[in-house]
C-alpha cells in the first residue's frame, strides 16, 4: 500500500495499517519518482479540495487540487501502466435537481465550482478510457461520514456536531435544517473501493444509501445516542444545494454490494472513534511552549547592543590617543561592524562615527559653522560613508548569495532525501522478491542470483563467470565457450569448466564441426539431438552487434533433464550472457586507448593485472591452464617490438608490462608442454623470451 498526502487536512496517525507514506501534493512533480520506482496494480484517487464553501470563495484553489491534481495522477497512471484507476467524485454534479433519486444518466448542472471541478474529472477520467485504454471507475459519492474525518467537505457536519457535542457546545444549523442529504458511512464505501479495485466494471456510478435524511433527523438522532446540546441556527451557506439523494441500483447491480451500516449504527461507531481521540489528546503532553517574547526582542536588539558597545570603545581609544591617525580607528570600527552585521548596523557605525569626529572637532575649538566650510571635515565623513557602504554592500550580497545557496542546498538535499527514500524502498521490496524467488527453489530464479558474477565490464572476467553461471544453473559436468575469429573459419577456446583429466580442443575448425556451421549459419540453440559423440549436447551463440561473437557448449547432462524446458532455460541463459559480454565488449572498444601503452599492442600494468588475477582465479576453480613468458626489451621500441610479438600470438592471448624493460605475455589455454613450440616460434622471429618460473 502505498499513500500520497500533502497532509493538509490529513493526520499521519489515522493511518494504523503498514504502508508506504509521501507528504506531497498530487500536482506536484515528484510524484513521477514514485510511479517509476514502483509498479501498481489499481491507483485509487481521493486527494481534492472537498469543502464547498472554499470552493466558491478560492476557486483557483479548488481547480489546482481537483483538476491540475487529477490529470497528473491520470497521465501518471497511463505513463506507467496502471491496471485500474478509481476516481472520488461527488454528488454535487448534479446540481440542485427535484427528481430524486438521482441516477447516473441524470443530467449534470453542478451550482458549486466544487460540483463543476469533479464533473470535468469525470469526464477526464472517460477520455483517458477513450485515448489511452485506462480502465477508470468514477464514484459519485454521496455524503461520507466516519472515524477520522475533519470538520471540512460535505459529510463535514456530522464530524462538526460531533467536535460540538462533545464538548458541550450547541449544534450549529444553516439554515432551517430541512435540507436533506444521503448520508453513507465510510466503511461501506471503503467496502465497494475495494472491490471495484479487483473486479471488471468501469464508467460512472453513484456511491450512495438511496435514503434522504435531514440535517434535523441528523440532530435527532445525536440528541437520542448522546444527549447533544441545544441547536442554534445561523443562515444558508452560498452553494449549498437543497436537497439530495442517490440511487445506487446500478452498483448493487454492476457489483454485488449494498450498504451494511444504517444511520444511527454509523453515528455509533463514529461517536466511539470520537471519544477515544479526546480521551488520547487529554492523555497527551502539553506541547513545548513558543520562545518567549523576550527572547525574540534579544535577538531584535542585541546588533545595536553590540554596536554601541562597539563605538564606545572606539571612542575611547580615540579621546585616549594623541595622534587621529586620520581616522584609522574610526575606519577599522566601521569595518568591522559591517563585516559582522551588514549594511544597517555599518550605517550606523558610519552615523556615530562622524558624530565622533565632529566633537573632536569641537573639542578642539572649532565653531559649528566653520566645520561646515571645512572640506577636509567633508573628506572625512565621505570616506566613512564610502566604507560603511562598500562594506555594508558586499556582506549583504554575500549573505544573499549564501542564503540563496543554502536555499538551494537545502531544496537539493529535500529531492536527495526523497529519492533516496524511494531508492531504499525500491531495494527493499526488490530484495524481499528476490529472497522469495530463491527460497522457492525454481531454477529461473536462481538466474538472478547467479549471474551476478557477470556484473563485468571485463571480457576475460565474463567469460570465466559464464562458465560458472551456466554450470550452476543447468547442472551440468562440462562447459566451454569458443570465439569466433575475425574470419569465422576457426574458433578458440577462452574458457573451460569441468573434468580436467578429460582433455578438450584448445581450437575449432569450423569446416570441420557441422554443429558449428549450423549455429554460425542459423543463430540459434543447437540440441544433440541424436546423441551425436562428435557434438556437446547443446550449443548457443552469444552476440555481440548483432554477430556471434562466441558459442557456449555443455555437456554432461543428465537424460532427464534433456527437455524443452532446458533448452529454454539455456536460451535464456545465453542471452543474458550476450548482454553481458556486448556491455563489456563495448566498454573496451571505448576505453580502448586507456587501456594500452599509447601506440602500442601492450596492456597498462593494471589492466593486464586484472586479466591475470581472472586466469589465475579459472586455474583454481576450474584448473583452466595458461602460461607466462617474459622476455626483456628496449624500452624505447615498444612499438615494433609489440606488434612483431602480436602477430604470433592467438586472438585469446594478451601482452603487457609488469615493470620496466620486462615484456609479458600472457598465453591462454596453455602449458609447460606447448611452451617449446611457442619459444622456437619466438627465437625463428629474434624475440628472445622465456616460461616464468612461478608467480609474477
Not at 604470433?648 to 609447460?672: A, F, H, K, N, P
Request: proline residues 3%; contains cysteine; hydrophobic residues 40%.
Amino acid at each position: 500500500m502505498f499513500i500520497i498526502d500533502d497532509l493538509s487536512t490529513g493526520d499521519r496517525d489515522n493511518i494504523t495499517f503498514k504502508h508506504r507514506g509521501y507528504q506531497l501534493s498530487v500536482e506536484d512533480p515528484k510524484c513521477e519518482e514514485i510511479f517509476r520506482s514502483n509498479r501498481f496494480d489499481a491507483l485509487v484517487h481521493l486527494a481534492a479540495q472537498v469543502s464547498v464553501a472554499e470552493s466558491v470563495n478560492n476557486p483557483r484553489l479548488d481547480s489546482e487540487s481537483n483538476v491540475i491534481g487529477l490529470v497528473n495522477m491520470l497521465n501518471l497512471s497511463r505513463k506507467y501502466k496502471v491496471g485500474k484507476f478509481l476516481f472520488a467524485s461527488s454528488a454535487a454534479v448534479y446540481g440542485s435537481n427535484d427528481k430524486l433519486p438521482l441516477v447516473e444518466t441524470d443530467e449534470c448542472n453542478p451550482v458549486s465550482p466544487y460540483g463543476m471541478s469533479k464533473w470535468v474529472g469525470e469526464s477526464y477520467c472517460q477520455k483517458w478510457t477513450q485515448l489511452y485504454d485506462l480502465e477508470t471507475v468514477c464514484f459519485r459519492f454521496s455524503n461520507v461520514y466516519g472515524p477520522r474525518q475533519s470538520s471540512l467537505g460535505e459529510g463535514g457536519v456530522v464530524s462538526v456536531f460531533m467536535n460540538r457535542a462533545m464538548a458541550g457546545q450547541p449544534l450549529l444549523v444553516y439554515g432551517d435544517g430541512e435540507q436533506t442529504r444521503d448520508f453513507i458511512y465510510v466503511g461501506d464505501v471503503a467496502d465497494a473501493i475495494f472491490r471495484a479495485s479487483y473486479t471488471a466494471i468501469s464508467g460512472i456510478y453513484n456511491l450512495s444509501t438511496n435514503t434522504e435524511n435531514s440535517v434535523n433527523e441528523l440532530v435527532n438522532v445525536l440528541q437520542e445516542l448522546y444527549e447533544a446540546g441545544h441547536v442554534e441556527h445561523s443562515e444558508a451557506r452560498s452553494g449549498d444545494i437543497r436537497h439530495s439523494s442517490l440511487s445506487n441500483a446500478k452498483i448493487k447491480r454492476d457489483l454485488d454490494w449494498a450498504p451494511m451500516y444504517d444511520l444511527a449504527e454509523g453515528l455509533k461507531r463514529t461517536y466511539a472513534w470520537f471519544q477515544l481521540r479526546r480521551s488520547k489528546a487529554e492523555s497527551a503532553p502539553a506541547l513545548a511552549a513558543e520562545p518567549s517574547s523576550r527572547r525574540r526582542l534579544y535577538k531584535l536588539v542585541q546588533p545595536y547592543v553590540e554596536n554601541i558597545i562597539a563605538f564606545a570603545l572606539t571612542a575611547w581609544i580615540v579621546w585616549n590617543q594623541q595622534d587621529s591617525s586620520f581616522g584609522l580607528i574610526e575606519l577599522f570600527y566601521i569595518t568591522i561592524i559591517g563585516i559582522i552585521y551588514g549594511n544597517r548596523q555599518s550605517i550606523l557605525a558610519v552615523i556615530l562615527s562622524g558624530g565622533l569626529f565632529l566633537m573632536e572637532k569641537l573639542n578642539d575649538g572649532r565653531e559649528l559653522v566653520s566645520l561646515m566650510y571645512d572640506p577636509d571635515i567633508f573628506f572625512r565623513l565621505a570616506i566613512y560613508l564610502f566604507i560603511g557602504l562598500v562594506v555594508g554592500y558586499s556582506i549583504e550580497r554575500k549573505n544573499s548569495l549564501i542564503q540563496m545557496k543554502e536555499k538551494k542546498l537545502e531544496e537539493l538535499n529535500d529531492r536527495y532525501e526523497f529519492l533516496n527514500g524511494v531508492y531504499a524502498e525500491v531495494r527493499e521490496v526488490k530484495d524481499e522478491l528476490q529472497q522469495r524467488i530463491l527460497n522457492s527453489g525454481d531454477s529461473f530464479g536462481k538466474i538472478y542470483s547467479v549471474t551476478k558474477e557477470l556484473e563485468s565490464l571485463e571480457p576475460e572476467k565474463v567469460f570465466i563467470g559464464t562458465v560458472n553461471v551456466v554450470k550452476s544453473i543447468m547442472n551440468v559436468q562440462s562447459v566451454s565457450i569458443y570465439t569466433v575469429s575475425p574470419t569465422r573459419s576457426f574458433m578458440r577456446l577462452v574458457a573451460h569448466a569441468g573434468d580436467a583429466d578429460k582433455s578438450v580442443e584448445k581450437s575449432l575448425r569450423v569446416e570441420d564441426h557441422t554443429y558449428v556451421r549450423r549455429v554460425l549459419s542459423d543463430g540459434i540453440v543447437f540440441v544433440n539431438k541424436e546423441l551425436s559423440s562428435e557434438a556437446p549436447l547443446m550449443c548457443a551463440p552469444i552476440y555481440h552487434n548483432g554477430e556471434i561473437a562466441a558459442l557456449i557448449s555443455i555437456e554432461g547432462m543428465s537424460f532427464d533433464k534433456f527437455s524443452l524446458y532446458y533448452q529454454n532455460l539455456f536460451k535464456v541463459t545465453s542471452e543474458l550472457v550476450s548482454s553481458a559480454l556486448s556491455r563489456a565488449l563495448a566498454y573496451i572498444e571505448a576505453a580502448e586507448g586507456r587501456r594500452y601503452i599509447e601506440g602500442t599492442s601492450i596492456l597498462k600494468k593494471e589492466v593486464f593485472e586484472g586479466i591475470l588475477a581472472s586466469k589465475r582465479k579459472a586455474k583454481e576453480t576450474h584448473r583452466t591452464p595458461y602460461l607466462l613468458l617474459e622476455g626483456d626489451i628496449n624500452q624505447t621500441a615498444l612499438k615494433p617490438i609489440s606488434d612483431k610479438v602480436a602477430s604470433l600470438l592467438r586472438e585469446t592471448d594478451y601482452i603487457g608490462m609488469v615493470r620496466e624493460g620486462q615484456l609479458i605475455v600472457l598465453l591462454s589455454q596453455s602449458t609447460e608442454n606447448d611452451a617449446e613450440y611457442v619459444l622456437s616460434r619466438f627465437a625463428q622471429n629474434q624475440i628472445s623470451m622465456r616460461v616464468v618460473k612461478g608467480e609474477l
